[in-house]
């Protein structure tokens, strides 16, 4: 019992710290990598626990794989300027920006 309270601490604090994060956006959110971490940390923990396995193996394992999935998930075409402009390119090269939920695409 004393492993899955120290595993219980240990996503609380991952969970925590990771909304101290700021992104190269100036937003304060964390990163896909360290969502994915925390999500499969507790993921983990929780299947370790029901199966009667290690929890902070299962924990340790779940992280590991929730960083590497939300880092190869990361959107990485999405830009922003001084000014605040946030503008992004499609596979093509081609700029464009939303406007709602439709693709505006634009000439700089």
Same mark, same amino acid.
């Given at each position: 019992?004393?492993?899955?309270?120290?595993?219980?601490?240990?996503?609380?604090?991952?969970?925590?710290?990771?909304?101290?994060?700021?992104?190269?956006?100036?937003?304060?959110?964390?990163?896909?990598?360290?969502? %994915? $971490? =925390? +999500? #499969?940390? @507790?993921? &983990? !923990?929780?299947?370790?626990? /029901? *199966?009667?396995?290690?929890?902070?193996? %299962? $924990? =340790? +394992? #779940?992280? @590991?794989? &929730? !960083?590497?999935?939300?880092? /190869? *998930?990361?959107?990485?075409?999405?830009?922003?300027?001084?000014? #605040?402009?946030?503008?992004?390119?499609?596979?093509?090269?081609?700029?464009?920006?939303?406007?709602?939920?439709?693709?505006?695409?634009?000439?700089?």
């Amino acid at each position: 019992m004393n492993l899955l309270k120290l595993a219980a601490m240990a996503i609380t604090a991952s969970i925590t710290l990771a909304g101290c994060t700021t992104n190269e956006f100036g937003e304060r959110r964390p990163s896909r990598g360290l969502q %994915g $971490a =925390a +999500i #499969g940390g @507790a993921g &983990g !923990a929780g299947v370790a626990a /029901v *199966t009667g396995g290690n929890v902070v193996t %299962g $924990a =340790a +394992i #779940g992280a @590991a794989a &929730g !960083a590497v999935l939300g880092i /190869v *998930t990361e959107d990485r075409n999405r830009f922003e300027d001084r000014s #605040g402009y946030r503008y992004y390119y499609d596979d093509r090269g081609r700029e464009y920006r939303y406007e709602g939920r439709r693709r505006v695409f634009t000439r700089r």
